[in-house]
């Protein structure tokens, strides 16, 4: 098994960064990637940022150029560095880890991110 836990969310002024982390424990060397997802309200989730166990990464089209993602050498924790944000990246965003043979999925509790105008 794999547990998440997310940090880092918070109310910001568009044009501002926050970073996001996720704490991975549990079964860490299992883990095949994880990644960044969030959803609006009225609206479905979506991915935002993706790395794998080797370190590539994805982003959705909305975020590049303005999101990184990354974790730190141990593989256990990933960040989602966010600037220059906007009024449309308000949601709460989720962590995701797919790990295990059979590619299973864990998701953490979420993390409420408000960017106002």
């Known amino acids: 098994q794999v547990q998440l836990v997310e940090s880092g969310g918070g109310l910001v002024q568009a044009g501002g960064s926050l970073r996001l982390s996720c704490a991975a424990s549990g079964n860490i060397f299992s883990i095949n990637a994880m990644g960044w997802y969030r959803q609006a309200p009225g609206k479905q989730r979506e991915l935002v940022a993706g790395i794998t166990s080797g370190g590539s990464t994805n982003y959705a089209d909305s975020v590049k150029g303005r999101f990184s993602i990354s974790r730190d050498n141990a593989g256990s924790t990933v960040y989602l560095q966010m600037n220059s944000l906007k009024p449309e990246d308000t949601a709460v965003y989720y962590c995701?880890?797919?790990?295990?043979?059979?590619?299973?999925?864990?998701w953490g509790q979420g993390t409420q991110v408000t960017v106002s105008s």
């Open positions: 995701n880890a797919q790990w295990g043979r059979r590619f299973q999925l864990s």
